[in-house]
Structures are given as C-alpha cells and as structure tokens.
C-alpha cells in the first residue's frame, strides 16, 4: 500500500507540471481540449485497475462509484471559475495557470480535509449523520438557488486576502504579487488564484462527505478527488462556452447529493450495491443534460418577437461571456448581480 501511495502522489505531481508547461498560453483550441478531457478521465477509469490490484474488487468499484460523483460535483465548479475569471480579468494566457494552481491548491487542502474527516468519522460515529443532514440541506440548496451564480465580492475568503494584503486594481502581465509605492500589493491575478482555490475547497465541504457515503478508505478516496480535479484545466477550456446551455445541471447535483445524503443517514439500516450508487451518478447526470438539451433546441426553434436570443434569461443558469464581448464593468454586475455599484478591487 505504501509504493501505491507514493506511486500516486508521484503521479499527481507529475500531472500538474505536465499542465503548467504550457500555462502562459490563450485557451486550447476545442478539439484539443475534448482529447485532453477523454485522458484524464480514461486515466481516472483506469486507475480503477490499480485499486482492483492493490486492494480488490469490491474497493475497485467503491473507487469507480467515487471518481465519478466527485466528477459529476466538480462540473458545478466551472460555473464558477468562469464567473471568477470574468469578475476579475483574468486574459485567456494566464487562465490555464491559474485554474492548475489552485487546483494544485485545492488537492493538498481536501487531502488534509479527507484525513481529518476519516478520523472523526472513526471516533464519532453521529458525525456520519451530520454529514448526510449537510449533504441534503445541501441538495436543497442546490435545487432552490443552482442559478444564482456567486458574488466573489462577498466571499469570506475574499475579505480575508483584502485584510492580509492589497489589491491593485489592474494586472502587472503575469505577476501575482507587485510593489505599489514601496509596500507589496497582490494583483487581481493573485485573488483569482486564491478565489479558485478556495471556491473549490468550499465545494469540497459537500463533495467529500459525499464519497464518505461510499467508503471511509482514505486512498481510495484522495484517488477519487485528485483525478477528478486533475482533468478540470481540459474539461473547463472544453465546456467553457457550453456552460449556459446546461441549465438543469444543478437539478442532477442535487439529485445526487440528495441521494449520498439519505445513504449517510441510513448507514446503519440501508446499503445499497455500488451499481445503483453508479446508476443514480449517470441517471442524474444524464437526464439534466437532455433536458437541458431539449429546451434548448425548442427555443432556439421558436420565433423570437425581438429577433434575438428566444430563451427567457430567467429560465436557466447564466452563462458566461469572454470579456472581449463587453467592457470589465458590464460583465461584472450582469454575473454578480450587485445593482450596478462599481466594482473596486483595491
């Protein structure tokens, strides 16, 4: 088990210098981008060969039910990373490095989040109980407010870079850190960076305890999550301008959250097989994104009286545009929703 560990994290490393050798680039191109996400997420099917080697069968596909709703709950991140990535600027050639940043971030603070949480599961067994009532307040959530995109003005982790350090209002080319009359300033670079990191440790307060519905096994469960953040840079550069047609998607989150969340609270007198885990993944998943589909081909069939967009941007979870398409300002209040009050960064 230890040469599987090492083996592991050697891997992960390995992946995230192999995505920041081309980070000072503008976006893939589509049909890169689709190539890049199959890998990494064959590599993530694969890995269950190794789990099967390593420990079995049974934990193989306790790995595969894992992989696949930490991927499904990591979609919900792109939403925001692309309203992140507005709200501050961000130029297409430093996106890539960005997002493998803070996902490089992100993985060292779910893994000592993963320890944590097997550790007090181990020692209190209620908290399984907690977590399953989380998860479904959660899915509610989801459900209720999934088109609402977030306000990065307003989140904690925000107010907290301000206090420790400032902001300068415009970027310095690729510096994340720059000196404004003698005293360092973090750029809008930088709070990208620890905006996408912390945003994804926020989801991982709902995501981990959902594969804790799985298995407690602390490497099958890392496995789980550094594959389904690794293949994130690809997946989010794939579905970058598709992300406003898949308005439903926060109903299949909250489906499956919903789901690992009854199963936590009947740990004790329910245990359903891996396969339905599995089937609820894919069933969830799929669904949305037909649905999504369906409206989307019926309104863009339907007569629109303005002769423009027929879809009523009420009806579904906004999308995002490049800031090409519009001056910094504009974007940001039309994805943040703060009533037109300027935007200061500093």
Same mark, same amino acid.
């Given at each position: 088990?230890?040469?599987?560990?090492?083996?592991?994290?050697?891997?992960?490393?390995?992946?995230?210098? /192999?995505?920041?050798? !081309?980070?000072?680039?503008?976006?893939?191109?589509?049909?890169?981008?689709?190539?890049?996400?199959?890998?990494?997420?064959?590599?993530?099917?694969?890995?269950?060969?190794?789990?099967? #080697?390593?420990?079995?069968?049974? %934990? =193989?596909?306790?790995?595969?039910? *894992?992989?696949?709703?930490?991927?499904? @709950?990591?979609?919900?991140?792109?939403?925001?990373?692309?309203? #992140?990535? +507005?709200?501050?600027?961000?130029?297409?050639?430093?996106? %890539?490095?960005?997002?493998?940043?803070?996902?490089?971030?992100?993985?060292?603070?779910?893994? =000592?989040?993963?320890? *944590?949480?097997?550790?007090? #599961?181990?020692?209190?067994?209620?908290?399984?109980?907690?977590?399953?009532?989380?998860?479904? /307040? +959660? $899915?509610?959530?989801?459900?209720?407010?999934?088109?609402?995109?977030?306000?990065?003005?307003?989140?904690? $982790?925000?107010?907290?870079?301000?206090?420790?350090?400032?902001?300068?209002?415009?970027?310095?080319?690729?510096?994340?850190?720059?000196?404004?009359?003698?005293?360092?300033?973090? +750029?809008?670079?930088?709070? =990208?960076?620890?905006?996408?990191?912390?945003?994804?440790?926020?989801?991982?307060?709902?995501?981990?305890?959902?594969?804790?519905?799985? +298995?407690?096994?602390?490497?099958?469960?890392?496995?789980?999550?550094?594959?389904?953040?690794?293949?994130?840079?690809?997946?989010?550069?794939?579905?970058?301008?598709? #992300?406003?047609? /898949?308005?439903?998607?926060?109903? *299949?989150?909250?489906?499956?959250? $919903?789901?690992?969340?009854?199963?936590?609270?009947?740990?004790?007198?329910?245990?359903?097989?891996?396969?339905?885990?599995? =089937?609820?993944?894919?069933? !969830?998943?799929?669904?949305?994104?037909?649905?999504? &589909?369906?409206?989307?081909?019926?309104?863009?069939?339907?007569?629109?009286?303005?002769?423009?967009? $027929?879809?009523?941007?009420?009806?579904?979870?906004?999308?995002?545009?490049?800031?090409? &398409?519009?001056?910094?300002?504009?974007?940001?209040?039309? @994805?943040? *929703?703060?009533?037109?009050?300027?935007?200061?960064?500093?």
């Amino acid at each position: 088990m230890l040469f599987a560990w090492i083996g592991l994290v050697i891997f992960v490393i390995a992946a995230i210098a /192999f995505d920041l050798r !081309s980070g000072h680039r503008a976006a893939p191109p589509v049909k890169e981008a689709l190539i890049w996400s199959i890998v990494w997420t064959g590599l993530g099917v694969a890995f269950a060969l190794v789990v099967a #080697l390593v420990e079995g069968g049974e %934990q =193989a596909g306790e790995y595969l039910a *894992g992989f696949l709703i930490e991927k499904s @709950l990591s979609l919900d991140n792109l939403f925001v990373f692309a309203v #992140l990535f +507005t709200f501050f600027a961000v130029p297409d050639a430093e996106r %890539q490095r960005i997002l493998v940043l803070g996902i490089a971030g992100a993985i060292v603070l779910r893994t =000592a989040f993963i320890f *944590g949480g097997v550790a007090l #599961l181990d020692t209190f067994h209620w908290l399984t109980y907690a977590l399953g009532a989380l998860l479904l /307040f +959660t $899915a509610y959530k989801v459900a209720k407010h999934g088109e609402e995109p977030p306000n990065p003005e307003d989140a904690r $982790a925000m107010k907290l870079l301000r206090r420790v350090l400032p902001l300068t209002k415009e970027h310095e080319g690729g510096k994340l850190l720059t000196r404004v009359d003698g005293k360092r300033h973090g +750029t809008p670079l930088l709070a =990208a960076l620890a905006m996408v990191a912390a945003f994804d440790v926020m989801f991982a307060i709902d995501s981990i305890p959902a594969i804790f519905a799985i +298995t407690t096994d602390t490497f099958i469960v890392f496995a789980a999550n550094a594959f389904s953040l690794l293949g994130m840079v690809a997946l989010y550069f794939l579905l970058d301008n598709l #992300l406003a047609r /898949f308005r439903y998607l926060h109903w *299949g989150l909250a489906a499956i959250l $919903a789901y690992v969340g009854v199963k936590l609270v009947l740990v004790d007198v329910w245990h359903p097989p891996i396969t339905l885990s599995l =089937a609820v993944v894919v069933v !969830s998943l799929a669904v949305a994104a037909l649905v999504s &589909a369906r409206v989307e081909r019926r309104e863009a069939a339907a007569p629109s009286s303005a002769g423009g967009d $027929a879809r009523d941007p009420e009806g579904g979870r906004p999308g995002v545009r490049d800031a090409e &398409a519009g001056t910094r300002e504009e974007e940001v209040v039309a @994805l943040s *929703g703060n009533g037109g009050r300027d935007v200061e960064l500093r």
